[in-house]
């Protein structure tokens, strides 16, 4: 039986709130990804925005006061102008997406695989050179748009997503620290029972589990929200070392709590070591902004305490050419994309 194709219902826009601006931006740079001409204008995007039968943004495009998360269709209005008037919205809307796209263009550099013309109306996708960095970013945009992935598809971008992650906690730790995947599909030094990989986790670390086989389901075997771990022996066997958990996610709405996961306010209650371990949240995401002249986060408010890589962290941290020379790049994920040609 032949699989499904990477992305579908990509002419549907993101059920997102006009807040959410870094979903829209991975939207048109899909679009543009896919499109026969490898381009896609702001007139194409306000179309799109008009002919969405689930478009998810808020009514009136209002202020970001607005609750995101309480979204309803924009729907024309009884009087004669309202058709006038969402056609405005949705230009409006539209501008400030591009204006958004050209921060990407200015903060990712030679390393972003797309071009946007200097008047900031149209997209177009970079078709020679695409280099490393170019494949890298376009497959943390594919894992970005789990929505338009059929679920039987999901796994080809998660999967690859927590290597990746994998590769860049291992370049942030200093020589000689051990670094190990905890999740159940890729682990191979925590096997078995979550309770027995979690006993062999606080051994490693020089601490304790305060939990017994009988807290967990018989046939747990799930990760306990862990995805990766490292620490540092520093040379002896006595407690008080360095240590790192992380959590990767892929989920466009939900990595405000996800990346709590890994926390010592999460887990600290049951897995005791002498010094708290730093957590680390991978997300594909790109959640670079400029607020008030300087970089920043969006969705700042919505940030925990863990140290967060996102996208533009990704494509400074990774080692792009290795990866590519190690078969570690889903190349062949983003062709089959490319390859999709949606007008």
Known sequence: ?????????????PKAG????????????VRCLVHPDGRFSRDNFAEALGESVEMAVDTAYGSDDVDDEGLIPLSPMADDDAPEIADDQREAFSTRCFRQLRWRATTFGADWPFEI????????LRKTPRNAHHWLYLQLLLSASLSYCPPKRRADLTSP???????????????????HSFGAGKAT????????????LAKDLRGRLLLEREHFATQDAGDGGLDLVAWH?????????????????????????KMQEASPSRLGGHLAIASAWTTYYFMPLDLADEINGHMDWQRKSDMGTAIVIDRLRFLRLADADELLSKGLLET??????TALKVA
């Not at 013309?117 to 177009?124: R, S, V």
């Not at 030094?189 to 062999?200: C, E, M, N, P």
């Not at 240590?243 to 939900?254: E, I, K, N, R, Y």
Request: aromatic share 10%; net charge negative; glycine share 10%.
């Open 332 to 337: 062949a994920l983003v062709q089959e994309a």
């Open 233 to 257: 022996g520093l040379g002896d066997g006595r407690d008080h070392i360095m240590a790192a958990l992380a959590q990767c996610g892929c989920t466009t709405d939900g990595w405000p709590d």
């Open 189 to 200: 030094r925590y096997t078995g029972h979550l309770y027995d990989r979690l006993v062999g």
């Open 117 to 124: 013309d200097p008047a900031g109306i149209e997209l177009q």
């Open 18 to 29: 006009k807040a959410w601006t870094y979903r829209w931006c991975d939207f048109l740079e």
């Open 1 to 13: 039986m032949s699989k499904p194709a990477i992305l579908n219902d990509l002419t549907s826009t």
């Open 161 to 179: 997503f927590e290597t990746l992650s994998f590769n860049v906690l291992k370049r942030l730790m200093p020589a000689g620290a051990e670094v």
